[in-house]
């Protein structure tokens, strides 16, 4: 018995319904980015966060013109400093754990903490399982960036690997707006051990 | 009586078809050579496209590339910068080229440098992360050669990476036999930038191809013998 | 009364009629299950990247091109004197441990292994935590003679290792030492501390 017309439509319509379906499917399907995306793991100023392999506490953040550092280094730039007081670990593995992700975000623009203080920032050294290292994170921006109305959302993010996929990213906001802008600030050189 | 309309329905089919097989393949080939050699000549015809020359730029003019902002201003000789360990061997000074660099992206950018081989010619490699700067003609070498390092001047470090939109004031230092250079040569420098090819589908970060040179510049190069501490 | 008997004779008939093919798929269904997961677990086995080889405190296992076993080990706290002394952060202890080499033989090229120290700690509820005998901790005063593995001796020796570790390590949780020989990965020797 050949299908009656009414059948032809049905199975049209059923046809196109699975279509629509594939289609909504495909294009909602996670793309590179998502799959590779870091598990962001929300902090707050003053509070210890915990990721995979890295636990942090930051403790305070400031703006200044000139930075003195511990070893004696003495910073100027053609923007401002942003100074970053934080004390980082490492949780289950010291192989080649470094804070190699820290960037301030404001916007759509990323900072990297600044490597030109050498030992004097955290950024640089190496972190051990289990005993915290607590010191200073510079970052330069730009004078304009730091009273902007993007900064009042900024957010700070500390991870092990510089590249921070797929593993654990600590994120921080923080209020760059509301800080006032300091003339020079010291910083002590970073130091093992609680505090 | 249904012979007939069926009949008419064939004749045409086949009339067409009999029509395309008895089309000389010449034709149909010289048809599609001409159809696409029309659309070519829309799109600005078979001759080579231009290549833009480099802008040639004077000292202290900001030249705006596709990633940083570059303002070369002096290039001088010096014979060591001792307290940034730059030092050079025996018989040979270092060339210095100041510049003020702006990085105009949203993301930090490290400068880095190439190392040199045990007989101090730099390592053949791909430079990608180090050519932003390139000199010519000097010691004989006509090939362009990157930086030995590049320093920050107001503090002498030498892990260079350049915030987005933070002018730095750096220092690019190229080794170079005494013999070679004296107060007064010219120099020609390079400004180069590199060329983003895609995102990168397993690695983190953009893949990018071989620099080009965007602007030149000449340069007289000044003498601070063994220089005051930068 | 047929139909009576019929039915008290239907079930046990079944079974009897199908014991066979019960019998069989009573084999056979467990033994296609025990080949196919020994076979998954077989090659799961097969390609872990590191395969501990144990000791037990005090044991001397065989490793590589030779003979391991744990001398002493110290613990150095962070408050007392020699803490003090050796500039230990605040809450962290030293574990300084002597591990005795007897190499029995050599590596292809001729000379002894050569070795990396790292501290284990497991049995905590939390994620077992690692620690490398060099971190960027430095700390003041003489170091230990000898902190890894030499290349040329052949006589029996010992060297130290020392751990920088949390005031909390060890405590409520076991140690042991693991001691990597490159070429003999994926094995590594995993001494127990105690």
Redesign the interface.
Known sequence: MSPSRWQYLVNGTALVAILSVAAVVMHSAPDRDLQQSPIRVAATLGEPASGRNIHATVHSVAVAETVTAGNGWAGTTAGLWVVVDLSVEAVVDDVGAALGTAVLRVGDTSYSASTRPGDATVAAVGLTTGIALTGPLMFELPTDVVSSDAAATASLELATNSDPRVDSLLVVPVDLAALEVRENIDVDFPEWGVR | MTEIPLKKHSVSRETTRQLFDRLPTTWLVTAVAAVLLGVSAVFGGLDEAPVEAAAVIEAGDTHAGSELTLTVDQALLIDAFPEQLVIPQKGNRLLVVRAVVENTT???RRLSTVPLTSSGAPRPQRTVQADVLRIVGVSGQRAATPPTSIL?I??G?D?V?V??????ELAFVWEVPQDDVKKGDTINVQLLDRVLISEG?LT?GGLYGDPVVTASLELVLGDVGAGVSE | MGSAVKGAVEPAGWLKRNRRALLAVLVLLPATLGIMFANQWLGYFEEWPSRPVPAAAGETIEYGNARWSIETSDRVLGDSAAGRERNLPAGSDLLVVTVAVDPTGTGPDGKTDLCSARLEESGRQEATRTWSNTGPISLDGPGPERTSCSSTLTTPYTFDAQFVVPADAGKASSLSVSIVVVEALPDYASLALD
């Open positions: 949203n993301e930090p920050v107001d503090d470090s892990k990476v915030q987005p939109h933070v002018p730095v589908e983190y």
